[in-house]
């Protein structure tokens, strides 16, 4: 019994024994199951790095494991803002060029002007600076193409080759087309070949008549009226036409030759009294007058035919007399009176 006591003894020793050598293993586990718990627990009171939920534009984002690295170096909230900013906002869609960038053109160059094809050198329409086509061409604006790649004007294309020759080797439009190239040189703004076609007829003479007109008050008003009385009376007569008298007179006041013939010449000194005395209206639907040129009342009826017929309407006059108004005295009107005829279909 003693011996087994002992031997009991002895295994309870060895056991003892194996227990305080199993001990320092087995109370290791609680210790370091405790720190990892605290460990956790820290981490939980943390706030969740932004950067975990920020996606590139790129396509490129970072690993889990970086970011727990940087979350677990400690960084503070400014470190995390900022790659988040980088990677969340990438350059926007820009049509091209983009910003900053010159959009490139080939040396020969595929033009769409209204319909009209054109092919030409990028060095022609780059031929002088300030023009609109040297700044399409200049790479810093946005030209659309048609279904076909070319570059495509919203213009009208029958005088565009026109353009082109001046700019190839300066050459000027034929006369009957002078008016219509000089509209489309101002369009794009092509200030050589509107120095030469305002030099060239029949802008030249545009001018020159231009500068007559200048000196009739109200003329463009006139006009106007003009065709608004014709209008008016062909639509309530129901008619094809309409006639309306209108007076056109160089002179102040014309007066009889054989009564005062040293004042009958353009103008004449009236004193303030006289005038009142010769103020008067002929009985007619528009006057003209007067003026002081060289041009006579059949130049300025030129004008008025020509003008209207610019408009696309049909104009014929002829003179039917002189307003006879007494005036004061042996003083008559005797202004000529036109008949016009406007024929509207």
Same mark, same amino acid.
């Given at each position: 019994?003693?011996?087994?006591?002992?031997? &009991?003894?002895?295994?309870? =020793?060895?056991?003892?024994?194996? %227990? #305080?050598?199993?001990? /320092?293993? !087995?109370?290791?586990?609680? $210790?370091?199951?405790?720190?990892?718990?605290?460990?956790?627990?820290?981490?939980?009171?943390?706030?969740?790095?932004?950067?975990?939920?920020?996606?590139?534009?790129?396509?490129?984002?970072?690993?889990?494991?970086?970011?727990?690295?940087?979350?677990?170096?400690?960084?503070?909230?400014?470190?995390?803002?900022?790659?988040?900013?980088?990677?969340?906002?990438?350059?926007?869609?820009?049509?091209?060029?983009?910003?900053?960038?010159?959009?490139?053109?080939?040396?020969?160059?595929?033009?769409?002007?209204?319909?009209?094809?054109?092919?030409?050198?990028?060095?022609?329409?780059?031929?002088?600076?300030?023009?609109?086509?040297?700044?399409?061409?200049?790479?810093?604006?946005?030209?659309?193409?048609?279904?076909?790649?070319?570059?495509?004007?919203?213009?009208? &294309?029958?005088?565009?080759? =026109?353009?082109?020759?001046?700019? %190839? #080797?300066?050459?000027? /439009?034929? !006369?009957?087309?002078?008016? $219509?190239?000089?509209?489309?040189?101002?369009?794009?703004?092509?200030?050589?070949?509107?120095?030469?076609?305002?030099?060239?007829?029949?802008?030249?003479?545009?001018?020159?008549?231009?500068?007559?007109?200048?000196?009739?008050?109200?003329?463009?008003?006139?006009?106007?009226?003009?065709?608004?009385?014709?209008?008016?009376?062909?639509?309530?007569?129901?008619?094809?036409?309409?006639?309306?008298?209108?007076?056109?007179?160089?002179?102040?006041?014309?007066?009889?030759?054989?009564?005062?013939?040293?004042?009958?010449?353009?103008?004449?000194?009236?004193?303030?009294?006289?005038?009142?005395?010769?103020?008067?209206?002929?009985?007619?639907?528009?006057?003209?007058?007067?003026?002081?040129?060289?041009?006579?009342?059949?130049?300025?009826?030129?004008?008025?035919? &020509?003008?209207?017929?610019?408009?696309?309407?049909?104009?014929?006059?002829?003179?039917?007399?002189?307003?006879?108004?007494?005036?004061?005295?042996?003083?008559?009107?005797?202004?000529?009176?036109?008949?016009?005829?406007?024929?509207?279909?």
């Amino acid at each position: 019994m003693q011996h087994n006591g002992a031997s &009991g003894s002895s295994m309870c =020793d060895g056991g003892g024994g194996g %227990r #305080e050598r199993l001990s /320092p293993s !087995r109370s290791s586990l609680p $210790a370091a199951t405790s720190r990892v718990r605290r460990f956790i627990q820290e981490r939980r009171t943390l706030p969740l790095p932004r950067v975990m939920v920020v996606f590139s534009a790129a396509g490129d984002s970072e690993k889990p494991s970086d970011a727990t690295e940087a979350g677990s170096q400690g960084t503070d909230d400014d470190d995390f803002r900022k790659p988040a900013a980088s990677h969340a906002w990438s350059k926007p869609a820009l049509s091209p060029p983009e910003a900053g960038q010159e959009q490139e053109f080939p040396e020969v160059i595929s033009l769409n002007v209204g319909g009209t094809y054109f092919t030409t050198r990028l060095s022609t329409l780059r031929r002088y600076d300030d023009t609109m086509l040297a700044a399409m061409f200049s790479g810093r604006h946005h030209i659309p193409r048609d279904a076909e790649g070319r570059f495509f004007i919203d213009r009208d &294309g029958a005088y565009f080759g =026109d353009i082109l020759n001046f700019l %190839r #080797e300066g050459e000027l /439009p034929r !006369r009957e087309r002078v008016r $219509a190239v000089h509209r489309e040189a101002q369009y794009y703004s092509i200030g050589p070949l509107l120095d030469h076609l305002e030099d060239a007829q029949p802008l030249t003479g545009e001018k020159v008549r231009q500068a007559f007109l200048d000196l009739l008050p109200y003329y463009n008003d006139n006009l106007e009226r003009i065709v608004e009385i014709a209008k008016l009376r062909a639509m309530q007569k129901k008619a094809r036409f309409a006639k309306l008298k209108v007076c056109v007179y160089k002179e102040e006041m014309p007066i009889t030759p054989y009564e005062r013939p040293l004042f009958n010449s353009l103008r004449f000194e009236r004193s303030d009294g006289e005038a009142k005395l010769f103020e008067h209206h002929c009985e007619v639907d528009v006057s003209f007058g007067p003026w002081e040129a060289v041009a006579d009342v059949y130049d300025l009826l030129h004008c008025i035919v &020509g003008d209207l017929a610019e408009r696309g309407i049909a104009a014929e006059q002829q003179c039917i007399g002189v307003c006879d108004k007494h005036l004061i005295n042996h003083y008559y009107c005797k202004r000529p009176i036109y008949e016009f005829k406007i024929t509207w279909w």
